[in-house]
T-cell receptor
Framework: NAGVTQTPKFRILKIGQSMTLQCAQD?????MYWYRQDPGMGLKLIYY???????DKGEVPNGYNVSRSTTEDFPLRLELAAPSQTSVYFC?????????FGEGSRLTVL | AQSVSQHNHHVILSEAASLELGCNYS??????LFWYVQYPGQHLQLLLK??????LVKGIKGFEAEFIKSKFSFNLRKPSVQWSDTAEYFC???????????FGTGTRLQVFP
């Protein structure tokens, strides 16, 4: 099992550019999540999904979009990158309430 | 809305000292409680969890946590810390009927030899 795989690990974007952070899990988990982590702020939930075709907003969804066409994949899209989206992004899946995290994607918007 | 408070933002200890990190949550119903650890440059890993039963739960690497329902608390403890415990520790809460895990802001622990 690879667990939760995120790509890319690092990315620098210019203001206004768009990009997609990829997330895939091979544990057949129904629940998947996207968090962002900022220094001193902990983890904030951006979006989550309880299964293929179902997504819902978390605490900080503005500026992001997600889709869940398959159980395995849960990509996060930034349409118009802004400096406030500079952060480390973690994808996770869960089973029985326990989260399994990916390695993280560090995004810088300049 | 659920929230999680970790009042210790930065803790500095010497090796062999005892550790207690506070965690309080706001939710009146059934909760599942977690402590996650993030070692430098790594992703979060589960340290321990409480769903029901014995309120004193033991996790990996000698950590334990006690759920005190009347105080809405789930403090993390370790009798004797090691340099390798240097990391950031996150408390998290999942209300019994939701799918969302809400995290505290984290406590950075530095252990000096």
């Amino acid at each position: 099992n690879a667990g939760v795989t995120q790509t890319p690990k690092f990315r620098i974007l210019k203001i206004g550019q768009s990009m997609t952070l990829q997330c895939a899990q091979d544990m057949n988990h129904n629940y998947m999540y996207w968090y962002r982590q900022d220094p001193g702020m902990g983890l904030k939930l951006i979006y989550y999904s309880v299964g293929a075709g179902i997504t819902d907003k978390g605490e900080v969804p503005n500026g992001y979009n997600v889709s869940r066409s398959t159980t395995e994949d849960f990509p996060l899209r930034l349409e118009l990158a802004a400096p406030s989206q500079t952060s480390v992004y973690f994808c996770a899946s869960s089973f029985s309430g326990e989260l399994f995290f990916g390695e993280g994607s560090r995004l810088t918007v300049l | 809305a659920q929230s999680v408070s970790q009042h210790n933002h930065h803790v500095i200890l010497s090796e062999a000292a005892s550790l207690e990190l506070g965690c309080n949550y706001s939710y009146g119903g059934t909760v599942n409680l977690f402590w996650y650890v993030q070692y430098p440059g790594q992703h979060l890993q589960l340290l321990l969890k409480y769903f029901s039963g014995d309120p004193l739960v033991k996790g990996i690497k000698g950590f334990e946590a006690e759920f005190i329902k009347s105080k809405f608390s789930f403090n993390l403890r370790k009798p004797s810390v090691q340099w390798s415990d240097t990391a950031e520790y996150f408390c998290a809460v999942n209300a019994g009927n939701t799918d969302k895990l809400i995290f505290g802001t984290g406590t950075r622990l530095q252990v000096f030899p």
